[in-house]
């Protein structure tokens, strides 16, 4: 009976994890007493595999978004326009290796009066978004009586090494899109009209050019004569293939034809595309509950690997509602996508509940994470948004005017 318990507790003892012996233990060689292993750490799991096995609640779409967040989205301090005011929207923002670097075209919307929005060109310096001294501001002046400009675009062309900026001419009949570029951004050349169409069919229009020069893409929304309360809008492409050797805004673009796009219950009012190295191409689109208007824009993200098909998710990727944010509309943003880091970088425009025009940026995000978020989600993950009034659109004062859409 001795020897029996003598057995076990030799079994007990030498089976106990803490004196295990592995590879490279010093308790194999017998010269001592055995060491002690430190008890391993439990792999931290992945989700949403480990939710479900689990059978634990999965992560919400704003737990998952956190996680999928590099840096949050905070208020930025822009300059004062040249009539003394800082409301700005439309922001496009790019990186070019001439210039600036870093660089914005947004416009003014001083009182959401269309008088001020005209395409303005700023530089990210010493950590602050200011007009260079070395051109005009606004670099796109007011066209006239009974007409506005919106809705500026930018991309960078290394292959010709030119800046190309368009933006929307809007008057009672016709949306003209307009372009001009700058080599070093000093000398601006206008290259006048790329287009027309019959007012509101050619609304916020986003380009983007292949690394190769191989194609140029254009894409807009054609949203008809409901504009900013229509009730559907369509996406339209365009495409030219750019001439060696010269500017990309002379090859003409032709209409390809509507996008296969959609977001249920949702009409798209105005878009943001870009080309992410790996996962296609990407979508930022303000959308507004059907039976409203643009004033109560969510934002909504799109992936697609042709150009045309594009994969939707069932909520948007931000909302008016959100903690953070809390506004009458999120409006146009603007993407940066980092190849090395698979980062997007983020920056958007959003009226607050006083009626004044923000921009928001150096949001950064990890865009697998952040696509995993959207594609695990359902309809239900996110808050009711009642179709018109939100609860904090509350009325301006009467010092500030009506909103009108940019």
Not at 132 to 145: A, D, K, Q, T
Not at 322 to 344: C, I
Not at 381 to 391: C, E, W, Y
Request: aromatic share 10%; hydrophobic share 40%.
């Amino acid at each position: 009976m001795r020897r029996y318990n003598l057995f076990l507790m030799v079994l007990f003892l030498g089976c106990s994890p803490e004196r295990l012996s592995l590879p490279g233990d010093p308790s194999m060689f017998g010269s001592g007493a055995p060491v002690l292993k430190p008890r391993l750490p439990r792999p931290t799991p992945l989700w949403p595999i480990d939710s479900l096995v689990r059978k634990s609640p999965a992560a919400s779409y704003l737990e998952l978004l956190g996680r999928a967040t590099t840096t949050p989205l905070h208020l930025t301090k822009m300059p004062l326009d040249p009539f003394g005011n800082d409301d700005y929207v439309h922001p496009d923002v790019i990186l070019g290796p001439r210039g600036c670097g870093k660089k914005m075209i947004v416009t003014p919307y001083k009182g959401s009066n269309a008088n001020f929005e005209n395409p303005t060109f700023l530089c990210f310096l010493s950590q602050s978004w200011v007009p260079p001294s070395f051109m005009e501001s606004p670099l796109v002046p007011h066209p006239g009586p009974n007409r506005y400009s919106s809705d500026p675009d930018m991309i960078y062309d290394p292959g010709f090494g030119e800046t190309v900026i368009t933006w929307r001419e809007v008057d009672p009949v016709f949306n003209t899109i307009k372009a001009l570029t700058t080599p070093d951004e000093v000398n601006i050349f206008h290259k006048g009209i790329l287009f027309q169409e019959r007012n509101h069919n050619a609304v916020s229009q986003t380009s983007v050019l292949e690394p190769d020069r191989s194609l140029w893409s254009m894409w807009y929304v054609q949203a008809g004569g409901g504009g900013c309360v229509a009730s559907g809008t369509d996406v339209i492409l365009r495409e030219a293939v750019p001439i060696p050797g010269r500017s990309v805004t002379e090859a003409p673009l032709k209409v390809v034809g509507p996008v296969a796009i959609a977001q249920p219950g949702y009409v798209i009012w105005h878009i943001d595309v870009i080309r992410a190295e790996g996962f296609g191409y990407l979508m930022l689109a303000a959308a507004y509950p059907k039976g409203t208007d643009c004033g109560h824009c969510d934002l909504f993200l799109f992936v697609s690997r042709d150009r045309k098909n594009w994969e939707n998710f069932a909520i948007p990727f931000l909302w008016r509602s959100m903690p953070q944010f809390k506004v009458k509309t999120l409006y146009r943003g603007s993407m940066l996508f980092d190849p090395l880091t698979e980062g997007l970088s983020m920056t958007i425009s959003a009226m607050n509940t006083f009626g004044h025009w923000d921009i928001l940026g150096d949001g950064e995000y990890k865009l697998g994470s952040l696509l995993s978020a959207l594609r695990s989600t359902k309809a239900e993950d996110m808050p009711t948004i009642s179709a018109s009034k939100i609860g904090i659109d509350q009325p301006h004062t009467s010092k500030e005017k009506a909103f009108i859409a940019p």
